[in-house]
């Protein structure tokens, strides 16, 4: 079976706002389902994705859990909003992955590092193995980091969402990484994917007809 590129998506701040949480004075994932709010032009973006023919998986460090800021009826009631906005576009997930640890976890169960947890690319690769999907064709779009470091360590091409910053190379490791593509938003992000789509048509269609005989007109 021909293997499938992908789309992976960050959760918070791609797809749903962060949100401010004044009593803990962070900038987080949202801790109820009211805060729970799906960004301008995300279904639109990610009805784009499935038209041009990539998985789209969802792949985010979900630590709320560990840190006993919400339970896990609320993180599936999450889902279900997200996918009911999804689908009021005709748009879908193919499938979502969490990392539930955190080396700082309140429970003991979630507490310690794992493979799966961004910078890690363990949720890649286990939903590449799970769903036969091409990580060389693949792009990770994220706005941290640890998204890029984990899009990089699985060998996908990879989108950071937001203003990328110069000083952003002392903390990103290695050093010298940058994503492949930056851009304001998941919509602005879906529509260079398929730019870059359409010109690597052209151009295989462009080479093909180059190797053409063409007849001769006398």
């Known amino acids: 079976m021909e293997k499938r590129p ?88 193919d499938a979502v992955y969490y990392c539930l640890h955190h080396p700082d976890a309140s429970i003991q169960k979630y507490r310690g590092h794992c493979e799966c947890r961004k910078p890690a690319p363990g949720m890649l690769l286990q939903a590449a193995d799970d769903l036969g999907l091409s990580l060389p064709d693949s ?21 950071f969402i937001g203003r990328w910053k110069c000083e952003y190379e002392q903390f990103i490791h290695p050093h010298d ?19 870059n789509m359409k010109e690597a048509l052209a151009s295989r269609v462009l080479a093909q007809n180059s190797g053409v005989a063409r007849p001769a007109y006398i």
Request: one cysteine or more; charged letters at 25%.
């Open 6 to 93: 992908a789309v992976f998506l960050d959760r918070d701040g791609v797809i749903n706002a962060l949100i401010y949480h004044r009593d803990h004075g962070i900038v987080d994932s949202p801790f109820t389902l009211r805060q729970f709010e799906v960004l301008p032009r995300v279904p639109q973006a990610i009805r784009l994705l499935n038209d041009l023919g990539f998985c789209v998986v969802v792949v985010s460090n979900q630590p709320g859990i560990a840190k006993r800021h919400f339970d896990a009826e609320l993180l599936r009631r999450f889902d279900k909003k997200l996918r009911r906005a999804l689908a009021a576009c005709a748009a879908h997930i």
């Open 139 to 159: 792009y990770m779009i994220g706005d941290g980091l640890t998204d890029i470091e984990a899009g990089h360590a699985a060998g996908c091409r990879t989108f």
């Open 177 to 195: 990484l940058r994503p492949t593509f930056i851009a304001s938003d998941l919509w602005a992000a879906a529509k260079l994917i398929e730019s």
